[in-house]
């Protein structure tokens, strides 16, 4: 009974790693590798620092497409600083106009 419970814990914490996303820090990569990394993998969380605060690092989820967002989200367009200049990227956003 001991050894099947330390199974599916351990079955439930390395699918839970698996599903996670992964992430990268805007300045350390060209904005190229950004997008192809989004692109092959569906999303990705990008840290970024604050063009209005100095000193504080953001981070956000950005997408492929429209298949990574929720049902009440919408797709949107983003930019991020990377390590060649501006990056363009997309992001998935509350629909405010939904009732």
Not at 6 to 22: E, Y
Request: net charge neutral.
């Amino acid at each position: 009974m001991r050894y099947r419970t330390f199974s599916i814990l351990a079955v439930a914490f390395l699918g839970g790693r698996a599903a996670a996303v992964d992430r990268v820090e805007s300045l350390a990569e060209p904005c190229d590798f950004i997008q192809q990394r989004i692109k092959s993998d569906g999303d990705l969380v990008v840290r970024y620092p604050s063009t209005r605060q100095p000193g504080l690092i953001l981070y956000d989820r950005y997408v492929e497409n429209l298949n990574q967002c929720s049902s009440d989200e919408q797709l949107v367009s983003a930019t991020v600083p990377s390590r060649d200049g501006m990056c363009d990227l997309r992001a998935c956003r509350f629909d405010n106009h939904r009732h």
